[in-house]
Nanobody, 115 residues
Framework: QVQLVESGGGLVQPGGSLRLSCVAS????????MGWYRQAPGKQRELVAA???????NYVRSVKGRFTISRDNAKNTVYLQMNSLKPEDTAVYYC?????????WGKGTLVTVSS
């Protein structure tokens, strides 16, 4: 079955950096588009960044220039490098992929940006 396992969250001060990782199994990773979503308390889940199987990326406007999504097909892993973090980036971050019109999600990793 499809499994997505996130790691790398934690507490960081404003202006700091974190790198999230998501290891995928049960899919043909090199053929799969991957995304990072986040959900802050009281808010809807939103797409933060995505990378298609060709390596093309897109970002929500609020993270452009600060976050970078990348993939390593040899390791079945997608990353989210987050720099210049702000308190408003605080959220649970989820890894996502779609297969046969079904969304698959990891359990999420909590990122807290606070001094």
């Amino acid at each position: 079955q499809v499994q997505l396992v996130e790691s790398g969250g934690g507490l960081v001060q404003p202006g700091g950096s974190l790198r999230l990782s998501c290891v995928a199994s049960g899919i043909i990773f090199r053929l799969s588009a991957m995304g990072w979503y986040r959900q802050a308390p009281g808010k809807q889940r939103e797409l933060v960044a995505a990378v298609d199987r060709g390596g093309s990326t897109n970002y929500v406007r609020s993270v452009k220039g600060r976050f970078t999504i990348s993939r390593d097909n040899a390791k079945n892993t997608v990353y989210l490098q987050m720099n210049s973090l702000k308190p408003e980036d605080t959220a649970v971050y989820y890894c996502n992929t779609k297969m046969t019109r079904t969304d698959y999600w990891g359990k999420g990793t909590l990122v807290t940006v606070s001094s």
